[in-house]
């Protein structure tokens, strides 16, 4: 089963800059989509419903802001919208599916800026992780094929990002974010990225807007595709696509072998 992720920064924008092309060309059995900022009824058909494919969206309540979808080769057998806890409901950052026997999270981690940039969300983002953690920990424990893909809106060590001395201090490196991604890795939880390339530089998912940033590769790494310890076992590839263009984060992706989970 091979399971892609992309922080599309906007669906509706992004379909006008190639995303019908790209996701016919998909050779991926499901796709999530974070930050898809509309309403079902506000994407174009062949985005909505294109063929060949299964889709669900959560949306924020908030219009033109976050929001989570879902496109599956497979029947969409259940999905979760909730985490059960209604300030982290509202903002649209969560479906958890069960698709050809392997439960998906797809998840937009909120950011921990605040307005003014002030890291005043952080607690919130904090609480967020944890808070998805308690629920995706008895699949975890129980050992049953499980999958957290999506913009974690934290890079975990400096090797993930291109400047981390001058960034300590900004929401996305600090230090308690990355402890907690910390966290989830010493309990279980592993990166398919870094288990299959734990030394590869430079690799990035997201870039700043600024003229010349992407060009450069001034980047920082914060989609992941996470895997439970059981599930690590079939997981036989992981990647970043970095010369896929439309949105200001390129698609990741991993490979299961569900017959060596």
Known sequence: MKIVSWNVNGLRACARKGFTSWLEA????????????????QLPEDV???????TAFNPAERKGY???????????EEIETSI???????????????IGGVRIANVYFPN??????????IPYKLAFYQRLFEVLKPWNDADKPLV???????????????????N???????????????????????D?????????EGKYTWWSNRPGVRDRNVGWRIDYGFVGNATSKGCTQAWIETDTLGSDHCPIGLELDLSLI
């Open 192 to 200: 398919s990225f870094r288990l299959h390339h734990p030394e590869a």
């Open 168 to 190: 300590r201090k900004t929401s996305g490196f600090r230090m308690e974010e990355r402890e907690e991604l910390t966290r989830w890795l010493d309990m279980g939880w592993v």
């Open 66 to 76: 976050s929001g989570v979808g879902l496109y599956s080769r497979h029947p969409i």
């Open 112 to 121: 921990g800026s605040g307005k003014n940039r002030d890291n005043s969300r």
């Open 84 to 98: 059960g806890v209604p300030e982290f409901d509202v903002e649209g950052r969560v479906q958890i599916a069960l």
């Open 48 to 54: 909505a419903t294109p063929e060949g494919w299964h």
């Open 26 to 41: 998909s050779d991926a059995d499901v796709i999530g989509l974070q930050e898809v900022r509309a309403l079902e009824s």
């Open 148 to 166: 957290v893909i999506g913009d974690f809106n934290t890079a975990h060590e400096d090797i993930d990002l291109a400047r981390p001395k001058s």
